[in-house]
């Protein structure tokens, strides 16, 4: 039996200067900002499946002298469970924990299960002065809770992921999508094409529309140019992050765009083009009709397989025009040799081949919506980002999905009318928490492959950190709670008022939360 360690809960965090400081204001903030006493420890967020208050209660002064014992036991949690049926990777992330007045009994069958135990432990130190001796059983709903950056259109850079990784952790969210590369910049260094980060990871504007006035895209400058903006994570970065998120049971998976939104990498590697004059009238495309290309993305992704160990790796697919196709000689004898009728079965052909070359080496596929078109890789997983339908198609054809619709997951878009610079759609905290990821046309039998859902933050018009933070949270409150609890128990007016709760913790951590404070905006 431990001595319990609340402070050892968020020790890993200590080697950055800003984890530093937010792990000392959670110490003090455990104990100063907290509400009062609370009846029951409903402050959680995401809520737990089942709760019942025990006698007594802990101070949080006396925190730290409670004993901790861990039992790592199959078994032992099944005994727990009685008749409740979960999946073996439901098992692997439960729980039951009993808070007492003098220790804390956790059961588990796995690490993962004790991990989130200690976050629900954290989380009521973090919100309650005083804490209700209880019993918890809880287990996820989904087991995708993901959330989604933008690296390219802005660069937000180490310490900013970890930041955000730590609070992830906290929320019982696991999946950390990495958009690293797309038209204004490209984020990760790889080895074999170092014009990659030489030539296209910097440009001569900061703020994306700036840049993009230059007619899409602007221009880029070579690294150490004075002045220029952007950046690109090392293998180092990547390694820590990967450590950090691992210690957090978190998967980071790498997204490595194609053939669309590659304005840099053609300017970084012209020959990846069309053979069109100047690459064609539409600048963002790879051209797929050329074996330059695959040989190019294949070495690309055997980089970043050996950097990331995800199952996924997400080959992106999303928006491409293909008017270049129409018109290359290259893309028309591809066609022609393949037996393809459409620039849609073009598409379809390359991230076919991607897959296979994925499975080649151990790796499943995950794209955006539009890999439906032309016909699906037959293993892909589809992120279904216009709506859900494409998610409701890809169900009925057997396929995984990941939810993503922009009225409900896009974190890009405005919280209020007049929130300074956003995306156009308002998206409110409450339209986010009332998203139903298992609705219309899925039926019961096929739920399983909805994996779960994941909140989007794209960075057209995201600068800077707090910036990124406050389209961020406390959205993502929402998106953990419909990720991890069960549907019966969410409850709007309740959980606005933990959200509230938790922000104002968040807020005393050093996360900017929405709304900000009025002098960030000026
Ligand atoms: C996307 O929003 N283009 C996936
Ligand atoms: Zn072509």
Redesign the pocket.
Known sequence: MNRIQFVGLTSKIQHTTDMRKILIVLALVCGAVCTQAQPRPTNLIPTPVEYSVRSGSVRHDDLARLREKVRISEKALLRRLGDRRLTDWQLRSAYWLELGKKRVKIVAADEEGVFYARQTLRMMASLDSSLTCCTILDWPRFRYRGVMLDESRHFQGKQFVLKQLEMMALLKMNRFHFHLVDNPGWRVQIDAYPRLTAATAWRPEAYFWDWEKNEIGGLFVEEGTPGAYGGYYTHQDIADILSFAAERHIEVIPEIEMPGHNYETRAAYPELACSLPDGGKDPWELCPGKETTFRFLENVLLEVFDIFPSQYIHIGG??ARKNNWKLCPDCQARMKAEGLESVEELQSYMISRIERFAHQHGKRIIG?DEILQGGLAPDATVMS?HGVEAGVQAVSEGHDVILTPTHYCYLDYRQEPDQYHAAGRLLPLEKVYSFEPIGEGISEADAHHVLGLQG?L?TEHVQHAWHAEMMLYPRVFAIAETGWSQAVSKDWSDFERRASVLSAVAREWGYTVYPPSPSLLQ
Do not use: S
Request: proline share 0%; aromatic share 50%; net charge negative.
């Open positions: 999303d928006e955006w980002w989007n794209w």
